[in-house]
């Protein structure tokens, strides 16, 4: 099912928590809502779930007008952040719930159940209670439950903050999983970039209730729309350098000389930041337009990171160990094409070539 | 009651949820039963009885009143009757409540210490919550009665002159003192046990390594640290203690053998539904007692405010 | 290891504290050892046991006092009264809990300071509105005002605001109405308070005395024990044999529960319920 949302505005009392927010989620796709804490994706999130209402805007599932409908008839699952399963009811009873509710009959309610909890590998603890079980397990029975009413869409809040960093990578891979095996368009609201990176088809990155880019998960690291997404988006986060633009190079504070960084459409004098994800720079002891001198090196893995002095800021670059350079000597430094960005200071929009 | 947890869920409203025609349904449908029941039975007899204080002359047959007034207050604080009810009744708190109290610290402390037989010491202690008074006001008349009284039996065994227990104003007044001691007991155990647990053991330990003997850890922490649930306690027992009456009437059929033991519910009842009914002076009566609640429950309040921490 | 001088304590500890129990449990034992005597045993103190289990005084007082109606009564009442208080407890718990209306917060508080209220401030109005219910001398009269408490519901909100909002709406997405959700979910779940409050409440019911005798002074036919024994001690005359019959009568059914419930009705009392 696709989800179009128009417009999408959200206050309690005088904040904003989502600003005019427009999008589309294509049918089948892992969506994710991506931010820092209080940018209004879980309002997000709980606004296509139907438990808060709208303040502006309109939600459509499909075709069909949704906005004004309330939780339980909007076909929807939704799996909380703390799991919200029924205490006293067993897995199976917990899964069983939703249909139990729907009326069907005992015998498919069972076997339905039995079949999701099979498709997230539940199906030897049926008949424990919630807290016989470890934090990944619980977090399977809630996905099952949330699935076997084969809901048009998923909902996932914050759904691998609760557990210990080894099962969040494993419940994460098996969330992609199961996602593709059930079809079901789904959303996910993640605080995490990493984790958003690594599982979903499409990011959605809000900060203060603003959507900032809505992109193929690709995209938002190879394109970023604005300093802040360029910032969020990616590990080691990207290098930035602050100066003034001048004739296709950056006057960068602290630094003596000016760095070719290209031709952009700017007026020279404005200031700028230069952002570079750290694979982007290139470091040679002879080739490179700029000389800048290695302020400190460290081994990671196979690489060497370096760290560049240029001027009052940093770049950061890797280098196989083979050819690292020494520290306090002098090196070349280009740059890339890809993975080089330069946006306005002042309001970090970006700027293109 | 002072251990439980503070629940604060304010709600927040939120201005684009719609006040649907549906809530105002489920609102009568569950709280609909409770409230009419309270409407009915607590809150209207509660107000009916303060306008009733301040009619003159009411008569309940004929509903009619001849104006409002402090008639009947004035009546009834200078009734030599109410007068001496409430000095019984104040003599049974200020005896009962203390002395439960003392006995009650004791066993709890050691209730708490002891490991073993805690079932059978605990059914025995705390039977008493679950039993009618009537019956076992019964059992009482009977330990202490003259004829085959197990009491005066082991007084006379002892070669001392049989005691009129219950037909004398002095003794009648001491047997109602340890029926209601006997009756308050484990309620105030429990209360006082609840309180022992909530020390942190730590203290014990620490007192413990710095040499201190049993009876100096009870002195100087037990009964320091549980002095905040003895207090409520104390007021908790003072309330009910403020309300005797079915203790006298079931031990004696009268306010005591020589109307001795006649208290502020006594009055009422009797204005009440005696043979001469003053319904006036009855609803003015049980104001006072009522004021005289309300005193010790915003004491009660505060010091269970300022012990929440 | 354990020295001789904390053997020595721990000697007198439960010394002290089984003498306490003795004389705590002496009413009991006195009441259920002189039901089996008979009256001339009773009155000479020949032995301190009866010779022989005499259930005589039991037949005697049974048939004499009525106590089969008034046994009937009292489980009526109790049952029923119960049943009628849970439901209603339960009901208002979750509407104070719940359910999002404006006022709901200072509505209940209150209610919880109306718990003040002694009795007896009420009983006046009360026995005239249950004359003009028409209820005066049926047996109605003893469960209809004491349906709804404020104090049960008090502790069920408690545990019910204790419960996490997303159980909720994970119900409510599921499809789950509110009663569904109360029934389904909540219920179950606050089994253990529920079991107190219906303990709590049975004692009260049982042992309900005052109200009873105002209300049954228009029918002895709605009499339940503890007033019907009173009622009976009166009518007998003074046989303590007969005396002690009944009141065990009385107080078995509600020690039975304690020897089973013990738990849970120490927990209810020490929050502040029962005989407070």
């Known amino acids: 099912m696709e989800v179009r949302i128009e417009d999408l505005v959200k206050r309690f009392g005088d904040v904003v928590a989502v600003n005019h927010v427009n999008a589309t989620f294509e049918s089948g796709k892992l969506i994710?809502?991506?931010?820092?804490?209080?940018?209004?994706?879980?309002?997000?999130?709980?606004?296509?779930?139907?438990?808060?209402?709208?303040?502006?805007?309109?939600?459509?599932?499909?075709?069909?007008?949704v906005t004004s409908l309330s939780p339980d008839k909007r076909e929807v699952g939704l799996v909380f952040q703390n799991y919200a399963l029924y205490p006293h009811m067993t897995v199976l009873q917990n899964i069983c719930f939703p249909l139990k509710i729907k009326r069907i009959p005992k015998k498919e309610r069972i076997e339905r159940a039995k079949e999701y909890a099979r498709m997230v590998h539940i199906d030897d603890y049926l008949d424990r209670l919630p807290k016989e079980l470890s934090g990944g397990q619980q977090q399977r029975v809630a996905i099952a439950r949330a699935l076997v009413k084969e809901p048009k869409l998923l909902l996932l809040d914050e759904p691998?903050?609760?557990?210990?960093?080894?099962?969040?990578?494993?419940?994460?891979?098996?969330?992609?999983?199961?996602?593709?095996?059930?079809?079901?368009?789904?959303?996910?609201?993640?605080?995490?970039?990493?984790?958003?990176?690594?599982?979903?088809?499409?990011?959605?990155?809000?900060?203060?209730?603003?959507m900032q880019q809505f992109a193929a998960t690709r995209n938002l690291y190879n394109d970023p729309a604005n300093l802040f997404v360029a910032d969020f988006i990616g590990n080691p986060?990207?290098?930035?350098?602050?100066?003034?633009?001048?004739?296709?190079?950056?006057?960068?504070?602290?630094?003596?000389?000016?760095?070719?960084?290209?031709?952009?459409?700017?007026?020279?004098?404005?200031?700028?930041?230069?952002?570079?994800?750290?694979?982007?720079?290139?470091?040679s002891k002879k080739s490179g337009e700029t000389e800048m001198e290695v302020e400190e090196t460290y081994i990671s893995g196979k690489d060497t990171l370096c760290v560049l002095n240029a001027g009052d800021g940093f770049l950061r670059a890797y280098v196989d160990n083979e050819d690292a350079p020494e520290e306090k000597t002098a090196v070349r430094v280009s740059f890339r094409k890809k993975g080089v960005f330069v946006f306005s200071e002042e309001s970090g929009e970006r700027y293109y070539e | 009651?002072?251990?439980?947890?503070?629940?604060?869920?304010?709600?927040?409203?939120?201005?684009?949820?719609?006040?649907?025609?549906?809530?105002?349904?489920?609102?009568?449908?569950?709280?609909?039963?409770?409230?009419?029941?309270?409407?009915?039975?607590?809150?209207?007899?509660?107000?009916?009885?303060?306008?009733?204080?301040?009619?003159?002359?009411?008569?309940?047959?004929?509903?009619?009143?001849?104006?409002?007034?402090?008639?009947?207050?004035?009546?009834?604080?200078?009734?030599?009757?109410?007068?001496?009810?409430?000095?019984?009744?104040?003599?049974?708190?200020?005896?009962?409540?203390?002395?439960?109290?003392?006995?009650?610290?004791?066993?709890?402390?050691?209730?708490?210490?002891?490991?073993?037989?805690?079932?059978?010491?605990?059914?025995?202690?705390?039977?008493?919550?679950?039993?009618?008074?009537?019956?076992?006001?019964?059992?009482?008349?009977?330990?202490?009665?003259n004829e085959g009284g197990l009491v005066n039996k082991i007084i006379t065994t002892l070669g001392q002159s049989q005691i009129n227990f219950l037909g004398t104003n002095k003794w009648s007044e001491i047997v109602l003192y340890i029926f209601g001691i006997w009756n308050i007991l484990p309620f105030t155990i429990i209360l006082l046990l609840a309180g022992l647990q909530n020390i942190d053991p730590q203290y014990y330990t620490a007192a413990r390594a710095d040499g201190a003997?049993?009876?100096?850890?009870?002195?100087?922490?037990?009964?320091?640290?549980?002095?905040?649930?003895?207090?409520?306690?104390?007021?908790?027992?003072?309330?009910?203690?403020?309300?005797?009456?079915?203790?006298?009437?079931?031990?004696?059929?009268?306010?005591?053998p020589g109307y001795n033991l006649y208290t502020i519910i006594y009055y009422i009842y009797e204005k009440f539904g005696g043979t001469k009914p003053q319904y006036g002076y009855a609803a003015a009566a049980s104001i006072v007692l009522f004021f005289i609640i309300a005193v010790f429950t915003l004491l009660q309040r505060v010091l269970q405010r300022k012990t929440d921490y | 290891m354990k020295n001789t001088s904390d053997k020595l304590k721990d000697f007198f500890q439960y010394l002290t504290l089984f003498t306490g129990a003795a004389i705590m449990f002496l009413p009991f034992f006195w009441m259920i050892n002189s039901s089996f005597k008979t009256e001339k045993e009773l009155l000479s103190f020949q032995s301190f046991f009866p010779k022989e289990l005499l259930f005589d005084n039991f037949r005697q007082a049974w048939e004499m006092g009525d106590f089969l109606k008034y046994f009937g009564n009292s489980v009526f009442v109790t049952v029923v009264c119960v049943a009628l208080t849970m439901f209603v407890t339960i009901l208002a718990a979750y509407g104070f809990s719940k359910l999002r209306f404006p006022g709901?917060?200072?509505?209940?508080?209150?209610?919880?300071?109306?718990?003040?209220?002694?009795?007896?401030?009420?009983?006046?109005?009360?026995?005239?509105?249950?004359?003009?219910?028409?209820?005066?001398?049926?047996?109605?009269?003893?469960?209809?005002?004491?349906?709804?408490?404020?104090?049960?519901?008090?502790?069920?909100?408690?545990?019910?605001?204790?419960?996490?909002?997303?159980?909720?709406?994970s119900a409510r997405i599921d499809g789950a109405s509110d009663w569904q959700y109360l029934w389904e979910v909540m219920v179950p779940m606050a089994k253990?308070?529920?079991?107190?409050?219906?303990?709590?409440?049975?004692?009260?019911c049982w042992n309900s005395f005052m109200w009873t005798m105002l209300m049954s002074s228009g029918n002895r036919n709605i009499r339940t024990l503890p007033f019907g024994l009173t009622a009976f001690t009166s009518e007998a005359g003074v046989h303590y044999n007969l005396w002690m019959a009944g009141a065990t009568i009385v107080v078995i059914p509600m020690i039975i529960l304690f020897l089973f419930c013990r738990k849970s009705i120490i927990t209810g009392v020490s929050r502040g319920g029962l005989k407070g």
């Open chain 1, 160 to 210: 691998l903050s609760n557990l210990d960093a080894k099962l969040r990578v494993e419940m994460r891979e098996e969330i992609r999983r199961i996602q593709r095996e059930s079809g079901v368009t789904t959303v996910f609201v993640t605080h995490d970039q990493e984790e958003a990176t690594s599982i979903s088809d499409y990011i959605m990155l809000m900060k203060l209730g603003v």
């Open chain 3, 104 to 169: 709901r917060d200072l509505i209940f508080t209150v209610l919880v300071s109306m718990m003040m209220i002694p009795y007896e401030m009420l009983m006046l109005t009360n026995y005239e509105t249950i004359r003009h219910l028409h209820l005066f001398g049926k047996i109605w009269s003893l469960i209809v005002p004491f349906t709804s408490s404020i104090f049960y519901t008090y502790i069920l909100r408690n545990f019910f605001l204790s419960v996490p909002d997303s159980l909720y709406q």
């Open chain 2, 1 to 145: 009651m002072n251990n439980e947890k503070k629940h604060r869920h304010p709600i927040r409203y939120d201005p684009d949820e719609k006040f649907e025609i549906s809530i105002l349904w489920k609102i009568l449908l569950f709280l609909g039963p409770f409230m009419a029941g309270i409407l009915l039975f607590t809150i209207y007899p509660f107000i009916n009885a303060f306008l009733m204080s301040f009619k003159e002359n009411y008569s309940i047959l004929r509903d009619t009143f001849s104006g409002w007034g402090l008639g009947n207050y004035r009546k009834v604080l200078n009734d030599p009757i109410f007068v001496s009810g409430l000095k019984t009744t104040v003599k049974y708190v200020v005896i009962v409540v203390p002395i439960s109290l003392a006995l009650s610290i004791v066993i709890a402390v050691l209730l708490n210490n002891a490991k073993r037989f805690k079932a059978i010491l605990q059914t025995a202690y705390f039977m008493p919550l679950v039993t009618s008074t009537a019956a076992i006001s019964l059992v009482f008349r009977f330990i202490f009665a």
């Open chain 1, 237 to 283: 986060t990207i290098n930035q350098l602050h100066g003034i633009y001048e004739e296709g190079s950056i006057r960068a504070d602290g630094f003596a000389k000016a760095i070719p960084i290209g031709n952009y459409k700017i007026e020279d004098g404005t200031r700028i930041v230069f952002a570079s994800r750290p694979e982007s720079v290139l470091v």
């Open chain 2, 213 to 256: 003997k049993t009876f100096d850890i009870f002195t100087n922490i037990t009964v320091p640290l549980l002095s905040p649930t003895i207090a409520l306690v104390a007021i908790v027992n003072s309330i009910s203690a403020f309300k005797i009456f079915d203790y006298v009437f079931q031990l004696y059929n009268k306010p005591g």
């Open chain 1, 32 to 65: 994710a809502l991506l931010g820092p804490s209080g940018c209004g994706k879980s309002t997000m999130l709980n606004m296509l779930s139907g438990i808060l209402p709208v303040s502006e805007g309109r939600i459509y599932f499909d075709d069909q007008d």
């Open chain 3, 192 to 204: 253990p308070s529920l079991v107190t409050i219906a303990l709590l409440d049975a004692i009260t």
